[in-house]
Nanobody, 127 residues
Framework: QLHLVESGGGLVQPGGSLRLSCAAS????????IAWFRQAPGMEREGVSC????????YYSDSVKGRFTIVREDAENMVYLQMNSLKPGDTAVYYC????????????????????WGQGTQVTVSS
């Protein structure tokens, strides 16, 4: 079975940093684009960052550009999201998703029915 597992969430003060991890099992991430989404209570799911499979092109939402960095380590079958200068508005459950259609995932923030999703990790930014 195909699984993605997120980790690294937690409680952090404003201005702090966290690094989220997305680990794949049951399949190789090599041919997939990987995106991070987040969803805050009462809000719609929001695309945060995405990285393509071969060229490793990266995409960011305007709300996180300059603060977040997405990196993939295909040899480890892992993707990371380094989050710096965190704000209370970054509080949400963060999910990683893997999908074949890179343009759809990374530009339109839309997944196909074949996308693989993780269970999410909570990030709370509060003093």
């Amino acid at each position: 079975q195909l699984h993605l597992v997120e980790s690294g969430g937690g409680l952090v003060q404003p201005g702090g940093s966290l690094r989220l991890s997305c680990a794949a099992s049951g399949f190789s991430l090599d041919d997939y684009a990987i995106a991070w989404f987040r969803q805050a209570p009462g809000m719609e799911r929001e695309g945060v960052s995405c990285i393509t499979s071969k060229a490793h092109n990266t995409y960011y939402s305007d709300s996180v550009k300059g603060r977040f960095t997405i990196v993939r380590e295909d040899a480890e079958n892992m993707v990371y999201l380094q989050m710096n200068s965190l704000k209370p508005g970054d509080t949400a459950v963060y999910y990683c998703a893997a999908d074949y259609l890179e343009y759809s995932l990374c530009v339109n923030w839309r997944n196909t029915s074949r996308a693989v999703w993780g269970q999410g990790t909570q990030v709370t930014v509060s003093s």
